[in-house]
């Protein structure tokens, strides 16, 4: 028996990769999936690519905003448009194998679970990245096999171990419990997990998904500074409850508080290297 996925894409100028993306999905061995593709008002020429796949495959939806809204606002519009109990996530300028569905569909039929993420290939520009993986593998995976992830609840308020939103596949309904109003723009979907954190959670030890890191890549231009950190691990301790963590993020983040030129300055010692940020 079949099961409908509901496969989310959000798009904002990545025209040179759309297609690619695309193609990945209606390519899967699994077949009973919709995907709803939320357009961010790009300027380029995404929208047009993107409404050539409409004609061929009437599983894929197409709404667009009229302005910008940004990442978070387009998940749930989308989310708003989805008809199916699992949803997947595809970011435009990723691409998944084409087993990646098939896979997670497996793990669904065999297991009791909420959340379902894969390892993923990370393309040529990506090697910061690669060291970073290999050392969250190590310290709390540390496994060869498919698996449950038993002390998710005690890893995900110190680390992200889920490299990409496009390697997620998870229940509607627990998305709806989420608030998505991160601290750090750039970290909503660390945000989500952190709010998840007592799901059952099982880990595919195979790539599924294609990574592709490049000069555009939202994670290279949505940046932070250690104020934004500061309100996301005030954030983690609301969600987790873990005081011990923030204990220990608080001793390696000394903050002192200045009033300056009528604003309030938080000053921030981290290693001996101080950073500031004004309000």
């Given amino acids: 028996m079949l099961m409908r996925i509901s496969v989310i894409m959000t798009s904002y100028n990545y025209a040179k990769y759309i297609s690619e993306a695309i193609e990945s999905v209606i390519n899967q061995t699994y077949t009973d999936w919709e995907l709803v593709i939320v357009d961010d008002a790009s300027t380029d020429n995404s929208v047009e690519i993107i409404q050539t796949y409409l004609e061929k495959d009437n599983r894929i939806k197409l709404y667009i905003n009229n302005e910008n809204l940004g990442l978070a606002k387009s998940i749930q519009k989308a989310l708003k448009h989805t008809n199916s109990e699992w949803i997947a996530f595809l970011e435009s300028d990723d691409r998944f194998y084409p087993n990646a569905l098939e896979k997670k569909v497996d ?3 065999k297991h009791n679970v909420d959340l379902i993420y894969s390892d993923v290939e990370l393309s040529e520009h990506s090697a910061p990245l690669d060291e970073h993986f290999d050392i969250v593998k190590t ?3 540390n496994t060869s096999k498919n698996c449950f992830i038993e002390d998710f609840d005690k890893i995900i308020p110190k680390e992200n171990i889920i490299p990409t939103f496009s390697v997620v596949m998870l229940k509607k309904s627990l998305l709806a ?3 998505f109003s991160s601290p750090c723009k750039a970290l909503l979907d660390y945000y989500l997990w ?3 954190y007592k799901a059952k959670v ?3 030890n195979k790539p599924l998904t294609f990574w592709r ?3 555009d890549s939202y994670i290279n231009k949505i940046h932070y500074n250690e104020f934004q950190k500061l309100l996301f691990r ?3 301790v609301f969600y987790t409850s873990s005081i011990i963590n923030a204990i220990n993020y608080f001793r390696r983040y000394f903050v002192t508080i200045k009033r300056c030129n009528g604003k309030i300055k938080f000053v921030f010692c981290n290693g001996g290297e101080k950073s500031g940020y004004s309000i």
């Fill in 107 to 109: 793990v669904i039929k």
């Fill in 139 to 141: 310290k709390y995976l």
């Fill in 177 to 179: 419990s989420c608030s």
């Fill in 194 to 196: 952190v709010q998840l």
């Fill in 202 to 204: 099982f880990y595919i």
């Fill in 213 to 215: 890191v490049h000069e």
């Fill in 234 to 236: 005030t954030s983690i």
